[in-house]
């Protein structure tokens, strides 16, 4: 049976980006968000929304610039942390024991240990509300050779990615199975 | 070993949206965009981003609506086909035997047989460059019963999304293992 329900953001699945930024002081910091994606291919554009309570808001502002970084499952506890806590309070990096490596390209820490990083300038925030969705022009990414593919791309099977369930379970989830290839499995209906 | 390389949009895992509109004819069409994601919890917003060739990109600017509805993974090979060809060519619809259920909500059709959909106002019309991002209040949500929580909230293990592996493998993955509960596997961290 189909119920017409209250609006909610629940989409599934959800995206586990780590977000890394510098503060004015030089300070590496990094948060857990949920409500970003790709917006666009030329320019190459990915969109981050924080709410300006967060550290990380201020930090973009002011360096015009961040990192969205691809943990794999192996770091669960520390992804779910650096969502929890305030880099007003706690230095994640330390609290982790996670690295801030430096770009060469922009102005925002890469988390050494993850298996890859998009390394973005801002080029537009667009205020929407609860939150501030800020777009940044992916210029590099810096990558693990062990989980590229041979075309030099993160492969999802090596990267090993999590995802988040979002309101409906609260929990985090790696991925399953390969279900099939796009462009291919559709082609079949094309008869119809 | 990292290595430096081209931008790439590419994200782990990227969703599979799949976008009901209504053409100025009334003919509903559906396309599976993998450029979106939640922008805004108050109001609560969600965007898509779109190429002006596709015909969904008119159908939105026109109506001034769309749902967001998310497949479960049986339903692959319909959402890979609505992702190959253009409702300038084929009727989506009847070539897949999905049903388009009317919202009385927003001037944009349901898929039924999907376990919910996110139907949404336009409120935003984003110009990127390659794509249009649109941003939509999500107005109301659809769901079979069958895929909620105690809380009426969709389950991630009872809806069983797709994901995109995007360019690294270009192939379709299901969830895989419930890793830990979120805002609490972090707790541990906290002390150090």
Redesign the interface.
């Known amino acids: ?15 586990v980006l780590i977000i890394g930024t510098y503060g004015s002081d030089g300070k590496p910091n990094m948060m857990n968000a ?14 981050v ?1 924080l709410r300006e309570a967060t550290l990380s808001f201020h930090n973009i502002k002011q360096a015009g610039a961040f990192t ?1 970084n ?1 943990p794999s ?1 192996k770091y ?10 305030s880099g007003k309070e706690y230095d994640k990096f ?4 996670l690295t801030p ?1 430096r770009s ?1 390209l922009v102005d925002a820490p890469i988390v ?1 240990e993850f298996p ?1 990083t ?2 973005c300038k801002l080029v ?1 925030e ?1 205020d ?4 501030t ?1 800020f ?1 940044g ?9 062990e989980v ?2 041979p ?7 090596k ?1 090993r ?30 008869q ?1």
Request: aromatic share 8%; glycine share 10%.
């Open positions: 049976m189909k119920l017409s329900l209250p609006p909610k953001t629940l989409l599934l699945p959800s995206p949920a409500w970003g994606g790709i917006v666009s291919s030329k320019p190459p554009c990915i969109s929304s969205v691809i499952e669960l506890k520390e992804s779910d942390f650096v969502g929890m806590v330390k609290a982790t024991g490596d060469t050494k890859y998009l390394e537009r667009i929407l509300g609860s939150h969705m777009i022009e992916i210029v590099g990414m810096i990558a693990d050779s590229l593919n075309k030099q791309l993160p492969d999802i099977e990267v990615p999590m995802m988040w369930g979002s309101f409906g379970s609260m929990a985090y989830y790696n991925i399953g199975d390969k279900l099939g290839d796009a462009f291919s499995v559709g082609n079949e209906l094309k119809k």
